[in-house]
């Protein structure tokens, strides 16, 4: 209990002096320059030993760079998928729709089984506003027709999904067509846990 406190008590400490700081631009869908470097920031920061007693480094290091991680695996997903077309029902790279691309991306970087309709992956987790979003996030739309549409956000304003007109690909949430169609958000799992299911897929393969 004291290690988890005096964890939480210097990453409080940590947001605190980050958010002094000047904004930084925000980096491209497909760089990682910009969270990388604030991973390697985080990791030369140092505080009273005696606090830095109480937990491994690894910890605070997992905890700081885990949305740079997830990111990175979600636009691994974004290479993987990229231009394969949408189909209905479909769930190969010959052909797929948005829940199933969801189930795909959440099952191969995360370890984690999603449900296999659009509005069942809507009671997963928990829901969030739409300016907590962070990467890993689903992203739900009331688009028009018979089908509600789904996505993931990868950060910056983007997030990764099937699109009926282009297949999968990277949209922004501020595009006119996409913000106007926005519904909900939710969290499957909290950005920690799924940075966790990362390592630990690394380290089994």
């Known amino acids: 209990m004291l290690r988890i406190m005096a964890l939480g008590l210097l990453l409080s400490v940590l947001a605190g002096c980050a958010a002094t700081s000047p904004q930084s631009p925000a980096a491209h869908p497909s760089s990682l320059s910009a969270a990388a470097r604030i991973g390697e920031a985080a990791n030369g920061m140092t505080g009273p030993e005696s606090l830095l007693a109480t937990y491994r480094a690894s910890d605070v290091q997992r905890a700081l760079v885990s949305p740079a991680r997830i990111r990175e695996a979600l636009l691994s997903e974004h290479e ?99 913000n106007r169609h926005y519904w909900q958000s939710r969290r499957p799992l909290e950005s920690t846990q799924l940075a966790a299911r990362l390592e630990r897929s690394a380290h089994e393969g």
């Not at 949408?86 to 790279?93: A, C, I, N, Q, V």
């Not at 052909?95 to 309709?117: E, K, N, W």
């Open 80 to 178: 993987r998928w990229v231009g394969t077309p949408y189909r209905l029902g479909g769930t190969t790279r010959r052909g797929i729709d948005c829940s199933a691309l969801m189930q795909h991306v959440y099952s191969d970087a995360f370890q984690l089984s999603l449900p296999r309709t659009t509005d069942q992956q809507m009671q997963e987790g928990r829901r969030i506003s739409r300016d907590a979003l962070k990467a890993g996030d689903l992203v739900f739309f009331r688009s028009p027709g018979p089908y509600n549409h789904v996505g993931v956000y990868v950060g910056d304003g983007y997030f990764l999904h099937a699109s009926t007109s282009q297949g999968v690909k990277l949209s922004r949430l501020d595009n006119v067509y996409w």
